[in-house]
């Protein structure tokens, strides 16, 4: 499968979304897309995502990195929903980092240090 990229990040498409909500975690597809994959969840009006995108971007040779940009979605509810049922999470932006598919860290807004030292960790 191929993602789409929006600027250098990568697009969460609607089968990765149904996948997600029948089986509570993201599909084999994103968490193996590459060694090191980084899920942000966030609408884009909050202030820590547009901090974040700022750097980001220096990170996308490193870790294959999926933005779901969820407030202008269709299914914004569900999304919303299973994020802070599901995944226990009322924050934005929500990060799961994924090392050889397997969920090593989530997290909330970082910064650029703090980012870089969660990439660094292994299983």
Known sequence: MNFLKHNAFLEIDQNELDYLFVNGDFSKKIRKHSGKVVVLMSQDWCPQWAAMKTFLGEFTAEASIFVLLYNRH???????????NRFHNDVIPYLRYYSDGELVAESAFLRR???????????
């Open 74 to 84: 269709r299914q914004f509810r569900q999304i919303l929903d299973f994020k802070e």
């Open 113 to 123: 240090d703090a980012f870089a030292a969660m990439l660094a960790r292994e299983k």
